[in-house]
Every structure is written in C-alpha cells, then in structure tokens.
C-alpha cells in the first residue's frame, strides 16, 4: 500500500522560509512533486523532480524562491521555499508517479493528505 506523508508546514511571516519534507512509502516512483491548493482555488502545480537524472520543473509562481530536491532515502523529496509570500498561502500536496515529468502539469498516481503553509503579511 502507498502512503505518502508530508510535513514541515507551518505559518511564517512574508519574507521567510519553511522546508517541506515528503516520504513515499512502497513501489519506487519515477517522479515525485509539489502541488498546492488555496482557499477557494483549484489544486495546482508546484514543482516536481524525476528520480533519475534529477530533472526538475517549476511553476512560474515559484521560480527562484522554491527548490525541490531529492533525499538519499528512497522516495524522499523535499521543498525548500524562500522568500514566501502571503500568496503562496496553501495547502502543500506530495504527490508521485510511475511516468516521469516532462513539463509543468505532470500526471500524478498518488497523494499525501497535505500539510498547511501560511504566511502572515
């Protein structure tokens, strides 16, 4: 059974930092990413990386402020984010596939339950 637990939300003033962490119990998964989902909006992409080869992409919201990283544990991914905004206010989801990414909307086969973000202006 996969399960996917995230954590390292929290509630930061604007301008600060948070690190998310993200560990996927089970199959080996050839990607794994970021999605993130505000109050009253739709869930959207954040950022994902590929297993091998270390390819990553990036929502335009985020580039150069968020960095997604791998673990040296298996299916381990991490979100640095810095300098956030009051915007980037969300729920943050982990998510993994067997497909690699390819673009900015990669298809995803499984979800964490998410961890809250909330940054304070």
């Known amino acids: 059974q996969v399960q996917l637990v995230e954590s390292g939300g929290g509630l930061v003033q604007a301008g600060g930092s948070l690190r998310l962490s993200c560990a996927a119990s089970?199959?080996?998964?050839?990607?794994m990413g970021w999605f993130r989902q505000a109050p009253g909006k739709e869930r959207e992409f954040v950022a994902a990386?590929?297993?091998?080869?270390?390819?990553?992409y990036y929502a335009d919201s985020v580039t150069g402020r968020f960095t997604i990283s791998r673990g040296y544990a298996k299916n381990t991914v991490y979100l640095q984010m810095i300098s956030l905004k009051p915007e980037d206010t969300a729920v943050y989801y982990c998510?993994?596939?067997?497909?690699?990414?390819?673009?900015?909307?990669?298809?995803?086969?499984?979800w964490g339950n998410g961890t809250l973000v909330t940054v304070s202006s």
């Open positions: 990386i590929n297993r091998i080869g270390g390819s990553t």
């Open positions: 998510a993994a596939a067997y497909s690699i990414a390819t673009g900015q909307a990669p298809s995803m086969d499984y």
């Open positions: 089970g199959r080996t998964f050839a990607a």
